[in-house]
């Protein structure tokens, strides 16, 4: 379970960002955070990463409080999550195979889980085929497919996107959604932030809406919204 | 940690100076240059260390004997000797001994010592040392009023200067090797300062996968240790190999020059260069990363 009580952040040069947001996710449940530009969405997964720490409020991940983790302790809160990004963050200069099995020696599983693991990501993912591919040998939907099965393979507490489709065509999108739906199926809790109206309206899931700061709504099966 | 871990930290280290190898050459050169200069002062630190060694065993009195004198003297003034208070040793040296003591420091090139022992031109003696060197001027008044006692001979003054001016030497030595080691150190974490700072990226991505700071710093740390380590190899065979040739070569023109043998002394100059190599490499790599690893 995710939970948030009473967070607020207010960046060093006086941003509020977000402002006394109460957010309780379950396990295996699948929510879309949208909001216009500058809403705080973003602000919302980086205090999730305990990439920045809240200003007031507590964040709990899977009943560990999480708000005021000691450095050393940050990397083992990020292997429970998944991360995905617009801009895919992959190793330019390692196969698709090496950026997924990367994610796995960081934990330091057994060559023998690796090897039986990742292809079954790939698979997954619809990248069995190209395992051996750099990434500049992908289209962008393809190494977005990679960084979800390095987000997945070591099968972490929750997924977090950060408009994982901002940068892919809507039929591309749609195959990402896919296999984000598939994810979720097998249990893993999806936070999705995202401005695709079409992909929030059609999947009819948790719509969690922000504007300046502040959860305006909360509808388990929402749509994107009318003002937009 | 794991062998295999190990084993991809040292692959991650090994294709970053493979990616980089301008740079990587570039470090290593620098390392050696540094090296070079280092192991140069340690060499000369080494010799003068030896020469003041050399002086201080040689604060000794050597008092030579009138030929006359018999041996029941010879033994009266041993005891003598040995009773003065200031009189730390006392060895008696026979003119054949003598003369067998400068075939071993002529050695090879002491050729034109051969036959002298039919005819020794040296004198029987004693050698004095004192527990202090300056305590020579003291005991020579006395040792010049024995009987059978024909010269005396000492080298005061002359030693306490030459003291003086090693130590300012090996002041300034040690002074300058820090400099340049610290010099070095900088010019490392600068090089890998390059490297990370062109793998930003992908140091943010190991840390959104949930890499651990030690995760990502090792290969860093092994590719600071290789630039390291490698650089001051080349010094220390350069060095090593210069020395030995310098040795051999001063040998022939300057016959007694006393250069300290090269074994095992090399052993232990290139032993501290590979050591303080691969410090700087290391120190230089940890430095470079701290700013990096916020993220
Ligand atoms: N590191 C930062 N320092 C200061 N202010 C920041 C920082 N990051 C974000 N902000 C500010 O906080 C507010 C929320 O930003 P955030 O990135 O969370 O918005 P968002 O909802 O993700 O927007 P978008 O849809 O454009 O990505 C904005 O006003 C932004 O300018
Ligand atoms: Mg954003």
Known sequence: ???????????????????DVDLKVNKGEFVFIVGPSGAGKTTLTRLILAEE?????????????????????????????????????LMHNWTVEENVSFAMKVIEAPRRAI???VPEVLEMVGLANKAKHLPT??????????????????????????????????E??????????DINAQGTTI?????????????????????????????????????? | MRIRTWAFFTGQAFSSMRRNSWMTVASIGTVAVTMIVLG?????????????????????????????????????????FAAMEQVALVKYVSKEEALQELREMYGESGDFLAGLELDNPLRNGFRLRTHRPEQVLEIVPTLRSFDGVAEVQYGQGFVEQLFAVTNVMRVVALGLMLGLASAATFIIANTIRITVFARRRE?????????????????????????????????????????????VNLAVTIPFFPLVKPWPFLLGVSGWLLLIGTTIGVLGSTLSLRRFLRV
Request: charged share 20%; proline share 3%.
């Open chain 1, 1 to 19: 379970m995710l939970e948030l009580y009473a967070v607020s952040k207010i960046y060093g040069n006086g941003v509020v960002a977000l402002r």
């Open chain 1, 53 to 89: 720490k809240p200003t007031k409020g507590q964040i709990i991940v899977n009943n560990k409080v999480v708000n005021n983790l000691r450095p050393s302790e940050i990397p083992y809160l990020r292997r429970q999550i998944g991360t995905v990004f617009q801009d895919f963050r």
């Open chain 1, 115 to 117: 090897r039986k693991r």
């Open chain 1, 137 to 170: 040998q992908l289209s962008g939907g393809e190494q977005q497919r990679v960084a979800l099965a390095r987000a997945i393979v070591n099968q972490p507490y929750i997924l977090l996107a950060d408009e994982p489709t901002g940068n892919l065509d809507p």
């Open chain 1, 172 to 181: 591309t999108a749609w195959g990402i959604m896919r296999v984000l739906q």
């Open chain 1, 191 to 228: 936070l999705m932030v995202t401005h695709a109206k079409n992909i929030v309206d059609e999947m009819r899931k948790r719509v969690v809406a922000l504007e300046g700061g502040r959860i305006v709504r909360d509808e388990t099966r929402g749509a994107y919204g009318n003002e937009n």
């Open chain 2, 40 to 80: 140069i002062f340690l060499l000369l630190g080494g010799n003068i260390n030896n020469i003041a060694g050399n002086i201080e065993s040689q604060v000794e009195v050597s008092i030579y004997l009138q030929d006359e004198i018999t041996s029941g003297q010879v033994d009266d003034l041993a005891q003598k």
């Open chain 2, 203 to 247: 140091i943010s991505i190991m840390k959104y996968v949930g890499a651990t700071d030690w995760f990502i710093r090792w290969p860093f740390v092994i590719e600071g240790m290789t630039l390291g380590l490698v650089g001051s190899l080349i010094a220390a065979g350069l060095v090593a190999w210069a020395y030995s040739a310098a040795v």
